[in-house]
């Protein structure tokens, strides 16, 4: 299980050519590949890859999403999540999407930024859930994460 390329977003694309023909540049070697073979970074990276993949395509505006126990056990205290929750419903909220639910959720850059702690930035898309809107919305955010007694936990910004 050694794998773990953490090459996320360094401005490579996989795969295809682009529009008008041009071919796929060649990635740049130099920036956003690494080979990780470290326990604790293979650790975060299942932890968070874990923890996105269930908040994809969930109602940010239901007590069903709000009480699940399996979002909760990612926070270190109940404060922590109701507040992480909480920013995560307005931003949804006021970014417009339909009904608060994301019909995607891609991770953009798993960052680590010390030891003990890292950065997920994540880009969320839904529905326009205004009026005569048929395009999408989206929404970018960074969250923060921390590694405390051998645990990586989400760590939500200040109210």
């Keep these: 299980m050694g794998l773990l390329a953490i090459l996320l977003l360094a401005g490579c694309r996989a795969g295809g050519p682009f529009p008008l023909g041009r071919e796929t540049p060649a990635p740049d070697l130099d920036r956003g590949v690494a080979l990780v073979e470290s326990p604790e ?6 932890r968070a890859s874990f923890f996105y993949g269930r908040l994809a395509r969930r109602r940010f505006n239901s007590l069903a999403t709000y009480r699940d126990e399996v ?6 205290s109940e404060e922590a999540y109701a507040d992480y929750y909480a920013d995560l ?5 006021e970014a417009h999407f339909e009904r608060s639910r994301p019909t ?3 991770v953009l850059e798993f960052a680590l930024e010390g030891p003990g702690k890292a950065s997920v930035t994540t880009r969320i898309v839904g529905r326009n859930g205004l009026p005569l809107r048929f395009w999408k919305v989206e929404l970018d955010r960074v969250d923060r994460w921390e590694r405390i007694d051998g645990t990586w936990w989400v760590v939500p910004g200040k109210l």
Excluded: G, K, Q, T
């Design 71 to 76: 979002l909760r056990d990612f926070f270190r």
């Design 104 to 106: 995607s959720l891609e």
């Design 41 to 46: 970074v293979i650790s975060f990276y299942e």
């Design 89 to 93: 419903a307005s931003r949804l909220y």
